[in-house]
């Protein structure tokens, strides 16, 4: 079954880096895309990014240009996601999820399967 | 960039109640807007896709509709195991997401 396992909780001081990762079983991760999504405690969605693990190719949130960094190691199937500069907004639960399609339109894209979750305290 | 926004913001509803969730964005984007579920303390979960498909194992009294701007989700006979928050997303700008801000549906 598909599976995305996430790192555990990180406590950050403002200024530092954050590096979470989400490893893929279950499927070929080669194949496809993984996007992160975080959510600030009590509040909504925020999508951050996307990268397609087969090419390393990335896209990121304009909000998030700069600061956050999307990477891949193909041969344990894992993805992950630093954020630099970190300050006490950047304080949230980070998701990764796969994208997947339902038509070859290229716009039918949506998120099968998500991660558990990670969260980021920044705290001085 | 394409703008989601969602009413209402939160709403209290009885076991058994038909539950209607309203999504709008700020330009068209045909059908390509999905729903997620999300409990709280979990991961959202893929409830309907293409605005109106039901994701495989999602309960039938869960419905989607519209296109174009305008889009619903309907609870038909809400259940205990279905109050959490709602988002939707447009998929129309792929490879850039954006969710609603949410619907939270609580017990009344």
């Known amino acids: 079954q598909v599976q995305l396992v996430q790192s555990g909780a990180e406590v950050k001081k403002p200024g530092a880096s954050v590096k979470v990762s989400c490893k893929a079983s279950?499927?070929?991760?080669?194949?496809?895309?993984i996007n992160w999504v975080r959510q600030a405690t009590g509040q909504g969605l925020e999508w951050m990014g996307w990268?397609?693990?087969?090419?390393?190719?990335?896209g990121y949130a304009q909000k998030f240009q700069g600061r956050v960094t999307m990477t891949r190691n193909t041969s344990i199937s894992t993805a992950y996601m630093e954020l630099s500069s970190l300050r006490s907004e950047d304080t949230a639960v980070y998701y990764c999820?796969?994208?997947?399609?339902?038509?070859?339109?290229?716009?039918?894209?949506?998120?099968?399967?998500w991660g558990q979750g990670t969260l980021v305290t920044v705290s001085s | 960039d394409i703008q989601m926004t969602q009413s209402p913001s939160s709403l209290s509803a009885s076991v058994g109640d038909r539950v209607t969730i309203t999504c709008r964005a700020s330009?068209?984007?045909?059908?390509?807007l999905n729903w997620y579920q999300q409990k709280p303390g979990k991961a959202p979960k893929l409830l309907i896709y293409?605005?109106?498909s039901l994701q495989s194992g999602v309960p039938s009294r869960f419905s989607g509709s519209g296109s174009g701007t305008d889009f619903t989700l309907t609870i038909s006979s809400l259940q205990p195991e279905d109050f959490a928050t709602y988002y939707c997303?447009?998929?129309?700008?792929?490879?850039?997401?954006?969710f609603g801000p949410g619907t939270k549906v609580d017990i009344k």
């Open positions: 999820a796969r994208q997947n399609y339902y038509d070859s339109s290229g716009y039918s894209a949506l998120l099968d399967y």
């Open positions: 279950g499927y070929t991760f080669t194949s496809y895309d």
């Open positions: 990268m397609n693990p087969n090419s390393g190719n990335t």
């Open positions: 330009q068209s984007i045909s059908s390509y």
């Open positions: 293409a605005a109106s």
């Open positions: 997303q447009q998929s129309y700008s792929t490879p850039v997401f954006t």
